[in-house]
Every structure is written in C-alpha cells, then in structure tokens.
C-alpha cells in the first residue's frame, strides 16, 4: 500500500516520563531555543538514519478509521501491519517523495519545524516545537484475517484515517496505491 499526504503531517512521539525541568529565572532568547530544539529531537520518530513511521501509528490510524464503521474491534483483532520498520517519504524540492537520510540534527530547519500552543489538561497552554513535512508518504502491508475484516473494509477505513498531531486538521491521506496480494 502506498499513501501520500493531502495535509502536512505533524509528528509526535512519546518519548516516556521525563523528570520536570525547570526553567531559568530569567528566560534568554537562547535558553527558548534550545528548548526548541530539545522538544523536535524528541518528537520526531528517527532511526537508522532516516524519519519513519512506527507500524502501531498506521495500525492505530486504521483502528480509529474502523470506528466510524463500528468494526474498531475487529480491526485491533485481525489487522497488523507486516513491516517492522516503515520509512517515512519525503519529497524536497519538488522531487518525489523518498527517504530523508542522514542525521536527525540535519533537518532541524525551518522547513521541519512547527511550533505550536498546546493546551494541557490542566489548562494552560505550552508551548510546543516538532517535526512537520508537508510532501509525505509511506508503503507498507497490512495482513488481516479474513474471517473478521475483507480488503474492501481496509480499504473504506484507509479513506478516512488521519496520521501525526492534531488530526484531523494535520494527517490527512490519499490511498494511492491498494493492492491485495
């Protein structure tokens, strides 16, 4: 399967519990920058020198698809995504999309960064720095039983899926590419 983005897509990783840091007394224009920073490092999914999507995000996309067809469950129990690592395509320059390589710090520029408010669950808004890339796509396969799901239903679910941060404003996607094999 191949899918491309219609909107830029806003990644997000957890990256775990962190301990709370805190901030200088006196806030420089530096210290906000490296802030910054150290916010898109940890947000962007990377390694193996490239950008990639891990397969439980497009196999939680789809399972949030299949809600709207009341089949969310069937979708947790019958479908995977094959690959262990999915590369995230990029296209620059107008060029079609393939994989960015090299070292993360590299794209720490302008083009890939989005800097956001976010509000929190206890209120206040935070501010928020992570990868974005506005000419997507990935491949992959899925595997599903198919006793509980068809190709038809993947298909109808992949119409509707949302991939990153702040769906469904950021993620949205075409199917370019659905075969059955």
Known sequence: MRISGVTPLLMNRFPGILPTERRPTTVTQQWIDEDHKKKWLRAAHFANGTFHLPPEMLEGALYAAGTKMRKKDAFKRSVMVVEDFVKLLVGVGGKPPAPLTGE???????????????????????EQCRPIFRNWAVEFT??????????????KAMDNMYLGSFRPRFGRLRVEKFQEL
């Open 104 to 126: 993360l710090e590299d794209y720490y520029t302008p083009e890939y960064i989005d800097i956001r408010g976010v509000p929190t669950r206890t209120g206040p808004t935070v």
């Open 142 to 155: 899925y595997r599903y039983d198919g006793l509980s799901v068809n190709a038809g239903d993947i298909r």
